[in-house]
């Protein structure tokens, strides 16, 4: 998937401050000027109403321009954006062995990463704080129904037929019903089920299918550019949410804002710490410490980029001279993993999925937290190695369970901190990924020697 990092893109164009500072400082006012609100509001009811004029009739619209801008795009980009994704997996059927250990590797990646952060949330709870009234106002703010109306339908079904509907029988009635919830099946999961069918078909026959991979390629940058356009008001947007948040709920919510970030942070690194040592000793036979010292230039690029593309060429060679790795194969994983192994992403997902379904008491049922750890998972494949890829698809899942999007407003501002970091873990794990397929598959040669830990 070739495109141009829609974050970034338009820093280039703009002078001066770059895009994320912009999103950041938009926090920051949003937040200032919502608490004074909130504090001028608790002193006189005259003033409270303004501020709540203020809030619902301009702060509120503002912000959901942003949301609008990018839902709009969602169908098309996570359609063309997964069915590229598997197309450039289909190469896994040349490669045979190496093929199949990449895919395996990657699955037990995105599970464990995915199940450290939900689980994390489940245990830690950080957006449950709220008082069922300050949770009923911001639903009422935000989502007059949906967090209710939604869940209700979602607990009516069983598990037979969610399983049945990740088919659809209907795709264009699933993607019609992915984003306004009223789709008969599963909507966007079953959409993502449906761009894996045609990602495995286009393999299939890869000469007679090029015009189609070239109008999945423009739909996908198309997407991306509009979401570019998005992104350009995103710090506004941002200003506008938190303002309207924090001038109901005060100080409190940024508190809870506090605890998500220590709950992503302690998932990356226990993903980063704990599982990625136990691959490297047990299936690539290489020390953690030597591993991270010889991949640091990757790390490095990755946390000052936030870009796993970005970072692949220095990826390549760090596995070619440093860890010396067989080109052939290394090549192959980390080029497929940039894409399809996003481990920080899938963590990421996930989190703010269940944090915010706390922070807006959005009852999630067993049959939606799976929905939420499959979609995080293909999320990984189909989220595009840019800065701020993950956006769009957190979205999307969040419509899909129930949850409102706008809360996605909350985390933006802290956004640009976390990509770096969930980067870091991405392309850490594409490296873990190479070592151990590579380390392996050399195991399965045996002309060459079983060796000691390196
Ligand atoms: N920035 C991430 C990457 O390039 C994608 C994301 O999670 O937003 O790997």
Known sequence: MNCEDFVTQPEKHSRGIPLHTKILIGLVVGAVVGLIANFAASKSPAAAGVIRGAAINVAEPLGKVFLRLVIMVVVPLVFSALTLGVMELGDVRRLGRVGLRTLGFTMILSLSSVAIGIGLVRLLQPGASLTPDQQQQLNERFSPQAG???????????????????????????????????????????????????????????????????????????SMTVI??????????????????????????????????????????????????????????????????????????AFGTSSSNATLPTSLRVAREELKLKPEVSQFVLTVGATANQNGTALFEGVVVLFLAQVFGVELTLMQQITVVLMAVLA???????????????????????????????????????????????????????????????????????????
């Not at 069918?197 to 189609?212: D, F, K, N």
């Not at 506090?258 to 040592?277: D, E």
């Not at 933006?412 to 990924?433: E, I």
């Open 148 to 222: 209710t109306s939604e869940a209700k339908a979602e607990k009516a079904k069983n598990v037979r037929d969610t399983l049945l509907d990740l088919l659809p029988e209907n795709p264009l009635q699933e993607m019609v019903g992915a984003v306004d919830g009223s789709s008969p099946g599963n909507g966007m999961l079953a959409v993502m089920v449906f761009s894996l069918v045609i990602g495995v078909a286009i393999t299939m026959s890869p000469e007679r299918t090029q015009p189609l991979v070239q109008v999945l390629q423009g739909m996908f940058d198309v």
């Open 228 to 301: 570019g356009f998005a992104m350009k008001l995103a710090p506004y947007a941002v200003a506008c949410l938190l303002f309207s948040v924090t001038s109901q709920m005060g100080l409190d919510i940024l508190l809870i804002l506090l605890r998500f970030v220590a709950t992503v942070l302690l998932g990356l690194g226990l993903q980063m710490f704990v599982v990625y040592p136990i691959l490297l000793v047990t299936s690539a036979r290489l020390r953690p410490i030597t591993f991270f010292k010889q991949v640091s230039e990757a790390i490095f690029t």
């Open 380 to 454: 990984g494949v189909g989220t595009a190695g840019v800065p701020g890829g993950s956006i769009p698809l957190i979205i999307i899942v969040l419509k899909t369970v129930g949850v409102p999007s706008q809360g996605i407003a909350l985390i933006l501002g802290v956004d640009r901190l976390l990509d770096m970091c969930r980067t870091t873990l991405n392309v850490t794990g594409d490296l873990v990924l190479a070592a151990c397929v590579s380390r392996t598959e050399e195991r399965g040669d045996k002309s060459i020697p079983e060796r000691a830990l390196d």
